[in-house]
């Protein structure tokens, strides 16, 4: 079950801050990704005949990785303090080499994105949360060409209700399909799933709520063989007794 919310309901795509855009940092920061170098080890002994080699890059946390077009991978986190972190991105060829690394972000907010995908066009895609333009947090998706790039970046909600997308995937019809916690409005009692779809400009097409009961919040989106969704989160039932 789910219900079709009216997209009037939420903010149409306001545009980020003119400071999101993506600058070139040093590769030689002094924390390390030790989660993301035990993902990269696996991925590449399984997809690669390169040599095996295990680097430590520049950041504070580590929270996704994907391998890119040229066998490289994209390595997603965060730098600076947690209670205003930036994005950090990072592009390394098929030896581990750094090509280029981004910070997003003035480090006067919070600026996380959990969600990463490759687009048709050799670009990254990125999804997460900002307290740019509310405290509480809002969802925002990120659009980056192969070398890193802003493209165009949009942030979804309300005012006052918390949002965060938290992983997207693009269709082959370029657009995209994000799943987010909260994107408002809600009930006092209810923490909200939603599936979000937009075409390949940002643009909501249809918005979708998964919520049950008291609690609900989600993890991470998967594509199906029937180009369909699958949704991993939790939800809390109260004790009906």
């Not at 090509?99 to 895609?125: E, F, H, Q, R, V």
């Not at 998964?210 to 699958?230: E, Q, V």
Request: aromatic share 14%.
């Amino acid at each position: 079950m789910y219900n079709r919310l009216n997209t009037n309901q939420i903010l149409q795509g306001r545009s980020c801050p003119s400071h999101w855009l993506a600058r070139e940092t040093s590769p030689n920061g002094g924390f390390r990704f030790y989660l993301l170098i035990t993902s990269l080890l696996i991925i590449f002994s399984q997809f690669s005949s390169a040599q095996f080699w295990e680097h430590t890059y520049g950041g504070t946390r580590g929270f996704n990785i994907l391998e890119t077009y040229d066998k490289g991978f994209a390595i997603l986190g965060t730098t600076g303090p947690l209670t205003n972190e930036r994005i950090f991105l990072l592009k390394n060829d098929i030896n581990g080499n750094i090509l280029w690394t981004k910070t997003i972000g003035n480090g006067n907010y919070l600026n996380i994105a959990t969600g990463m995908d490759k687009t048709n066009d050799a670009g990254l895609i990125l999804c997460g949360i900002t307290s740019q333009y509310d405290s509480v947090g809002g969802a925002f998706v990120l659009k980056l060409n192969e070398c890193g790039d802003k493209q165009w970046c949009k942030i979804y909600g309300t005012i006052n209700d918390y949002g965060w997308a938290q992983d997207i995937f693009q269709l082959s019809d370029s657009s995209y399909v994000v799943l987010a916690y909260g994107l408002g409005p809600s009930t006092p009692y209810t923490n909200t799933i939603r599936l979000m779809k937009l075409d390949a400009d940002g643009n909501v097409l249809w918005l979708n709520d998964y919520s049950h009961f008291y609690a609900s919040a989600p993890w991470s989106l998967s594509l199906t063989n029937d180009n369909g969704f699958m949704i991993n989160g939790y939800c809390w039932i109260p004790n009906s007794r």
